[in-house]
């Protein structure tokens, strides 16, 4: 939530995004969920720690700004993106729940056909920072869109819609990769499964502030599949996620101080899943939302691993 902003529903009102956003714009910018950031950290992670992974001796093995940049932008596009494909599908079962009706579609500040013109208008941003990647990382690009489209189907037709998020957001663990050396190895496609299990701990401790709702409308998710048992499994995801982890910078020949300050983002995740009220709609959220420092403590250990080892 910005700072010194409340909430109607789950929409933040009175915050930096209401009082600088021309008022004729500031119902798009609350589609794309402008003023709630966390959801493109969730997004740019992936692409982020990747970049790094995989830096060269062209950039001194430090990541490349320039894709940093590119990542970066493209991150908040097509989490917008999302963000408005999902309120068109879920138009009317958003209209039904109050955290949710206060949306812009639901609410009729956005008419559908308005929200379709936008995500056409989202759709052309991100594919002009794709078309700034090389050829490989073009393509590669172009095959994660079906698994976009499908997305917020999943959660009418299984317990795990969590386990498509995880295929679909954290793609960026290979696009980063792709972007660097133009093809992939296994330390990319073991970070890319190791992100998988990240994004089934961090979605399980969002999806248990909305569980009541969920009934209520009938959709599914993994915290109504792992109910009581959700501590335990999110120590396993944390687990599977930092092994994986620890093995991608293995493959890719980081040095042996990333493994050590490895223990910095492995100790946060585990305080999240030890400490997380699943009963609390406000400790869930704040847990969740934390993801992002664990990211960059993930991220200044990948660039101490990949600028110390120099050379593989």
């Known amino acids: 939530m910005s700072r010194g902003a409340d909430l109607i529903g789950d929409m933040p009102v009175g915050g930096w995004v209401d009082r600088n956003v021309p008022a004729p714009l500031l119902p798009y910018a609350k589609l794309i969920r402008l003023d709630r950031p966390i959801g493109w950290w969730l997004l740019v992670w992936p692409c982020w720690w990747s970049t790094a992974m995989a830096a060269d001796a062209t950039t001194g093995y430090w990541p490349d700004p320039v894709l940093l940049v590119l990542f970066l ?16 599908v879920d138009r009317d079962y958003d209209a039904k ?53 499908a997305y917020p189907f999943m959660k009418r037709i299984t317990y795990w819609p969590q ?93 042996w101080v990333f493994f050590v300050l490895l223990a910095l983002p492995a100790g946060h995740l585990l305080w999240q ?18 993801n992002r420092h664990m990211g960059w403590l993930l991220f200044g250990a990948i660039i101490a691993g990949r600028v110390l080892a120099g050379p593989v």
């Open 273 to 290: 899943a030890l400490t997380v009220d699943i009963d609390d709609g406000g400790d869930c959220l704040a847990k969740f939302k934390s």
């Open 97 to 149: 729940v109050a955290r949710t009706a206060a949306r812009p579609i639901p609410a009729g500040a956005v008419s559908p056909t308005q929200a379709k013109l936008f995500l056409i208008l989202l759709g052309l941003i991100g594919l002009a920072v794709l078309l700034s990647l090389n050829g490989f990382a073009i393509l590669l690009g172009v095959l994660s869109l079906p698994l976009v489209f």
């Open 73 to 88: 932008i493209g991150s908040v596009v097509m989490r917008g993106a999302g963000c408005t494909y999902n309120d068109i």
């Open 163 to 255: 386990a498509w998020l995880g295929i679909t957001f954290t793609y960026g663990a290979l696009m980063g990769w792709a972007a660097v050396r133009g093809d992939l190895d296994w330390a990319p496609l073991v970070l890319y499964v190791g992100c998988w299990f990240w994004t089934l701990h961090y979605d399980t401790v969002y999806a248990h502030q909305d569980k009541e709702d969920d009934l209520i409308v009938g959709v599914k998710s993994s915290a109504l599949a792992l109910g009581r048992y959700t501590r335990p499994a999110l120590v396993v995801f944390v687990a599977a996620f930092m092994g994986l982890v620890a093995l991608a910078g293995a493959l890719a020949g980081l040095h």
